[in-house]
């Protein structure tokens, strides 16, 4: 754990000011938050102010993110646009070499690879015993591509929150998803469920793949260890998990 980790975990115990008063504060996703706290981003565009809720001097603060291995004020940008990446792959009008995602739903997002053998990280966190997540298309963060996804197109990755498949995934890990595999039986996935309103975002799940039977998705969670089954209509995909780790 480092200094970072240890100081924000302890002036946040001190303080009385929560990860989710944060979040609220700053008007950020809680897994942002949560990410910093725990050593999974070393850097936040909002040091500042997380600082100064903490009751942490700015100073020993951007020291501790330094220590941490990243400067929080030193810009730094993505490999350029590789030549054997089709230009097509871009939004019409797009030149900036840090292009948004096209669509504010996955099924268009995770069609969008960053250019310089990088996926998005999907899904912001729910949370409840289920391990649930929000996929609305909005990019978490940046990972680096794995060689076995290199080739594919729409892979993305999710970063695993609470215990719902431990001890096969823990928090904190990031697994790897390939979008046009079918899934075989005892496969790890990522299913992604329409929403229980109209426009609402899809909910998805970190679960392992039994099969389908009849007009059911049936899936194994292993903590607490039970059965899950989805209606075959509100199931919008199953994506393979392929690869996993805290530092993979």
């Known amino acids: 754990m480092s200094r970072l980790t240890e100081k924000l975990h302890e002036q946040s115990k001190k303080t009385g000011v929560t990860q989710a008063d944060i979040s609220r504060e700053l008007n950020i996703t809680q897994q942002a938050v949560n990410n910093l706290f725990n050593g999974r981003a070393k850097s936040s565009s909002y040091w500042r102010e997380i600082a100064d809720m903490l ?3 700015r100073e020993e603060m951007r020291e501790m993110m330094i220590e941490a291995g990243r400067d929080p004020e030193r810009k730094t940008k993505l490999p350029p646009l590789s030549p054997l990446t089709p230009s097509s792959a871009f939004p019409a009008g797009v030149v900036d070499d840090e292009p948004p995602v096209p669509n504010a739903r996955i099924a268009e997002a995770v069609g969008f690879t960053r250019p310089g053998k990088m996926i998005p990280v999907l899904g912001e966190v729910v949370g409840g015993d ?8 909005q990019v978490q963060d940046w990972v680096a591509c794995p060689p076995s996804l290199v080739n594919v197109n729409g892979a993305y990755s999710v970063y695993v929150d609470g215990e719902s498949m431990s001890p096969r995934y823990r928090p904190g890990e990031t697994v790897y998803v390939h979008p046009n595999k ?3 039986r005892g496969d790890d996935v990522i299913v ?3 929403p229980r309103e109209e426009g609402a975002a899809p909910h998805g799940f970190v679960k392992e793949f039994v ?18 089954e989805f209606d075959r209509a509100t199931v919008i995909s199953v994506h393979p998990i392929i690869l996993s780790g805290k530092y993979a």
Do not use: A, C, M, S
């Not at 289920?130 to 298309?137: A, T």
């Not at 099969?211 to 899950?228: A, S």
């Open 55 to 57: 009751q942490i001097p």
């Open 130 to 137: 289920d391990g649930e997540y929000i996929f609305n298309g």
């Open 182 to 184: 079918p899934p075989r």
């Open 192 to 194: 992604q469920i329409k």
């Open 211 to 228: 099969g389908w039977t009849g007009n059911k998705l049936v899936l194994h969670q292993h903590n607490p260890v039970k059965r899950i």
